[in-house]
């Protein structure tokens, strides 16, 4: 059983980063963490052929963009082709912000956008583990139900929530 049937579910965002010549790629993620509160970091799990990889790589900055459940069409897009081969926004009809901390663009559409700067990658298995530091963050909408990921093609959606 692969460890996303059996840690579950997990926040989906658009990782948008970008390459050494400056074009931007935006890739689906559910492999991803908080880490501090204060400075905020974050982390991702990047599979070793993501071009989302090469790009953190080469130019080590990355914009986390959270989606909303009303979104799983943009989840869908966005992890199933490689920037490698297809402009993947122009493919989703997303709307790009410009950022103001770092170079990649944001999605005007995702409810909050961290702006992210990469300080730290190690390969653990399959993945390549990247803890960003968050240096801007955009809040555009408060209240939204977050679209949650569980394996392969399959989502869940948020119906309340609950107090111990
Ligand atoms: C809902 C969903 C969640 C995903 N989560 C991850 C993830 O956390 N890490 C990862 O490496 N790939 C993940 N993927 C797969 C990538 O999005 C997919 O391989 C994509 O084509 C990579 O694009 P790129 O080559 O442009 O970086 C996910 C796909 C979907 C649909």
Redesign the pocket.
């Known amino acids: 059983m692969k460890i996303s049937a059996q840690i579950f579910p ?1 926040p ?1 965002a658009l ?1 948008t ?1 970008i390459s050494k010549d400056g074009s931007p ?8 963490m908080p880490i501090s509160f204060e400075p905020k970091f974050v982390a ?4 070793e ?5 090469t ?1 953190l790589e080469t130019t080590k900055e990355f914009g986390l963009n959270i989606l909303k459940r009303e979104q799983v069409r943009l ?2 897009i ?7 081969d297809i402009d ?1 926004f122009k493919l989703a009809g997303l709307s790009v912000e410009k950022a103001k901390e770092i170079r990649p663009p944001l999605i005007k559409e995702a409810p909050i956008s961290l702006e992210c700067k990469v300080e730290f990658t190690q390969k653990f298995g399959d ?1 390549y583990l990247v803890v960003g530091k968050v240096v801007r963050e955009i809040i555009r909408e408060e209240k939204f139900d977050p679209l949650l ?1 569980y394996t ?2 399959s ?1 869940f959606t948020w119906r309340s929530l609950i107090s111990p």
């Open positions: 997990r989906v990782i980063t790629n935006v890739a689906t993620f559910s492999f991803i991702l799990a990047v599979g052929n993501r071009f989302t990889l790009n989840a869908q966005c992890g199933s082709y490689s920037g490698k993947k993945h990921h392969g093609d989502f």
